[in-house]
């Protein structure tokens, strides 16, 4: 588990919560670090916990849920959290300098979104590119060729991330005409999770967690003083966490009714 004093062993406590009172529904301490790999368990579980006290669910069974689960760089494409470095608390420092240059990675063809209304592509940083030509040869391939504006790439945060040369003024971004046409039906699920989060009421939906989940935590970290666990082994730990959690869950029937 990362922490402000590095890297520990411990478990990662795990919670979900409505959010109109921010009743815990399902809670269970987890052995992964990392958030989105413990989704698919914690649904399940939540199923089981509203079939146990009689709720019926048939229908968010057959309908798909409406989740939206951000990627690693999605604060970096929100203006929003542009300053958001400053509060780094030393965890994630960035790597050591070797002494070779590794090879930069920057943003592949598939991070750019197709705006059909428009009929433009977006950059990663939500900025609309320039259609340069409808049919650009490059080697036996003809290409459709977009340029971003010199003006949006250089006071772009994710600058560093999306041109490769350091003294590149502006993203290139070349089309494969085949491809055109169905690049929206060909899109991973990642990559509509990217489009959906980026859009305005993704933004706006996703804003929401802020005061839905970090009020639970808060309660139970300072309030009730769980700012670790006591016991070892994933039984003892998942059944301390529980416990916590039904303790919050009464305090908010006994206020709320």
Partial sequence: ?????G????YNAQALVDAKHQ????A????????????SPMID????????????????????IDAYIPDPLHRKRDERFKGQDRFKDGVNKPPKKRWYKPK??????????????????KCPAGKYLKQMSLRHKSGSKYYQYYQ?????????????????????????????????NDKEKHLSISQRMRQKIDSDEGKQI???????????????????????????????????????????NIEKIMNYG
């Fill in 1 to 5: 588990m990362p922490t402000a004093h």
């Fill in 7 to 10: 890297v520990i062993q411990g």
């Fill in 23 to 26: 009743i815990i529904v399902c």
């Fill in 28 to 39: 269970e301490a987890m052995g992964n670090g990392q958030d989105a790999d413990n989704l």
């Fill in 45 to 64: 579980k939540a199923k089981e916990n509203m079939k146990a006290i009689g709720r019926n669910i048939e229908k968010c069974e057959k309908e798909s």
């Fill in 104 to 121: 930069k990675e920057t943003f592949s063809g598939e991070e750019f979104t197709y705006d059909s209304e428009v009929g433009r592509y």
């Fill in 148 to 180: 971003a504006r010199q003006s949006d790439c250089r006071e772009c945060p994710l600058k560093s991330h999306c041109l490769s040369q350091a003294d590149s003024k502006s993203r290139s971004l070349l089309i494969p005409i085949a491809d055109r």
């Fill in 206 to 248: 996703y804003s929401e967690r802020l005061g839905i989940i970090e009020p639970v935590f808060g309660n139970i970290r300072f309030i009730k003083k769980l700012d670790r666990f006591s016991f070892r082994s994933k039984t003892k730990v998942n059944i301390q966490w529980m416990l916590y959690c039904m303790v919050h």
